[in-house]
């Protein structure tokens, strides 16, 4: 076990020292590199009328808006309610003519549905092949060659 921990200890001794060797040629590299960049500017990108105002954060008014949120909620249940009230005293504003008029359009709607309920597939295909035989000859497709 202490053969195992002194060869991590000399890994790690060798890492390091690789790691130094490592950061002294970057630095060497970089300052050859900074002199090329050293007539730029190094500071933070500044906007116009931005800088002051934008020092700290603006906090968030919850306090406000969870009661501004309250009120329209009962703000739009007390319409709800006077809505409920508007639709009880809702007036009909069609004729006797028209009320009659709609009632026989949804009878003879119902009458139509009822009818085609009652019918099956089978029952509606021999129905069209009736009507198909009652049609005269005038309807048929006419041969084309009349040699044969």
Do not use: C
């Not at 890492?15 to 970089?30: F, G, H």
């Amino acid at each position: 076990m202490s053969r195992q921990v002194a060869a991590l200890l000399r890994l790690r001794q060798v890492a390091s020292s690789a790691s130094i060797t490592n950061q002294k040629k970057t630095q060497t590299q970089s300052s050859v590199k900074m002199s090329e960049y050293s007539a730029s500017q190094k500071s933070t990108l500044k906007l116009k009328g931005i800088g002051i105002v934008s020092a700290g954060k603006k906090k968030k008014k919850k306090d406000k808006e969870s009661k501004h949120r309250l009120e329209q909620v009962v703000s739009s249940q007390k319409e709800k309610e006077e809505e409920e009230v508007n639709k009880k005293t809702y007036v009909d504003k069609r004729t006797p003519a028209q009320i009659a008029f709609d009632k026989m359009q949804e009878k003879r709607q119902m009458e139509r549905i009822l009818n085609k309920a009652s019918k099956t597939h089978k029952l509606r295909v021999e129905d069209f092949n009736r009507h198909l035989d009652n049609l005269t000859e005038h309807y048929d497709i006419p041969k084309v060659s009349w040699t044969k």
